[in-house]
């Protein structure tokens, strides 16, 4: 039996840190993805595997199921019963990657390791199988890699659970997932988060899920924390990588730190926040017929990106290198901030609909003479998605 699965990486338009601090946040998908292909073997045999294979990294990694089974114990295996890592089970999983005597380089990639191991043996049990990971997207670089990574593995691991069917969809040979189906892949893959984040909003995992467009607010409790948006005009994007390192889960907790040393202040940055994320959310879902008005929506929509910017560096999330993109595409009057928990990571620049082709090539140049690597994005493409193999 074999699956492959593939799940989109995001850009958040106003809101990330905030968001976890329950104020609203927009996200879009983009068009690169993590895909995820699952082969499961025959069980019965002798050596039994757990095989992973991370192709970008060149990482092969295995191991027997019958270790799994002896220091994991007996777990019920149940993808419809949705379970969290305690911290006594991350421990044994931290044990299992520790033994593979990891390249030191590639130390950041064990939180990774231990959400595919859980998410593994939580829905499939010790099944023996192979997991080959491939991805588009820059790791560690507030693209959502982490999120598309636990989201592709959750969809292909439940495509493969027990009592499990896809739905056909019109067209021969082509499936999809049905609405429950899709709200557990995203649970899942919140689970793997955690693992990975420490404290994520579900931001990242639902937009990687359902695509397109999206509000969240974690406090609408009473309903869904996501709303979907219909963007009423194409957003371009320019998206910087910094190639500047950092991971969410430090930069996430010095947030939360700071909101300890000035609780009210950080409330008030917070609310400041949301209100852009109100306010965006309306101005993407307006009208815009003529010209005029398109670039009217476009200027709030500038503004609104680089009061944002504004209040992640007043969090304390900004960085050098993303100040440098700040000012470098500012000289051509473009407006950028930056994407995801910062840092260093990738920066978003908005790209106006009438913006020669000359002026953004004069940009691109200068920001790879920096060092950085520049590239366009489609913004709120699908979710995620599953293919017969
Ligand atoms: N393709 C992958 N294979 C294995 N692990 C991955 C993969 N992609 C991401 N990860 C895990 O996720 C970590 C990066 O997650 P992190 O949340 O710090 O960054 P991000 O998701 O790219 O950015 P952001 O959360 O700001 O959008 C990696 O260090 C690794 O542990
Ligand atoms: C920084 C953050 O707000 C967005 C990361 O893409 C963290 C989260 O919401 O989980
Ligand atoms: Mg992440």
Redesign the pocket.
């Known amino acids: 039996m074999e699956v492959r699965c593939r799940a989109p990486g ?1 850009i ?1 338009l106003a ?6 601090h329950g104020a609203a ?1 927009i ?1 879009a998908s983009i068009d690169l993805y993590t895909e995820v292909r699952i082969s499961l073997h025959p069980s019965g045999q002798e050596n039994e595997l757990l095989e992973l294979d991370l192709k970008d990294m060149g990482l092969n990694l295995s191991w027997p199921c019958s270790q799994l089974k002896e220091v994991l114990g007996d777990c019920s295996a149940d993808g419809s019963v949705l379970v969290s890592c305690t911290s006594e089970k991350l421990e044994l999983l931290s044990g299992l990657v520790a033994q593979k005597n990891m390249p030191q380089e590639n130390v950041q990639l064990n939180s990774g390791l231990y959400a595919f191991l859980f998410l593994y043996t939580s829905i499939l049990g010790y099944k023996p199988g192979k997991a080959v990971v491939t991805s588009e997207l820059p790791m560690g670089s ?3 890699s ?2 598309s990574f636990c989201v592709a593995l959750s969809g292909a691991l439940i495509a493969l659970s027990e009592g499990f069917s896809l739905k056909t969809k019109e067209k021969k040979d082509q499936f999809s997932f049905r609405k429950n189906d899709l709200e557990l892949i995203s649970k899942w893959a919140f689970e793997g ?1 955690k693992i990975i ?1 420490g ?6 995992n639902t937009v990687s899920t359902f695509g397109n467009m999206i509000k ?1 607010k974690k406090e609408l409790k009473t309903t869904n924390p996501m709303m979907p948006l219909n963007s009423t005009t194409p957003l371009k994007m320019l998206i910087t990588d910094t190639r500047v390192g950092r991971n ?1 889960k430090s ?2 907790s010095s ?1 939360s730190e700071r909101v300890l040393r000035h609780p009210d202040t950080m409330s008030s940055v917070f609310n400041a926040i949301n209100s852009i994320s109100d306010e965006l959310a309306l101005l993407v879902e307006s009208p815009a017929e003529y010209k005029v008005e398109v670039s009217e929506k476009e200027e709030k929509l500038k503004e609104l990106m680089q009061m944002n910017q504004g209040l992640l560096q007043c969090i304390g ?1 900004s960085h050098e290198s993303i100040e440098t993109v700040v000012r470098t595409t500012m000289k051509e009057k473009l407006v950028s901030k930056l ?4 840092g260093g990571g990738c920066v978003l620049t908005f790209v106006p609909t009438l913006l020669s082709a000359a002026v953004t090539e004069k940009v691109i140049s200068e920001l790879e003479q920096c060092g950085f690597r520049c590239f366009m994005v489609e913004v709120g493409g699908p979710g995620v998605q599953v293919f017969p193999c």
């Open positions: 995001k958040i809101g990330e840190h905030a968001v976890v946040a996200a507030g693209l959502g982490s999120a988060e984040h404290k994520p909003s579900g931001i990242d969240f969410t930069l996430v947030v999330v994407t995801g928990a910062g």
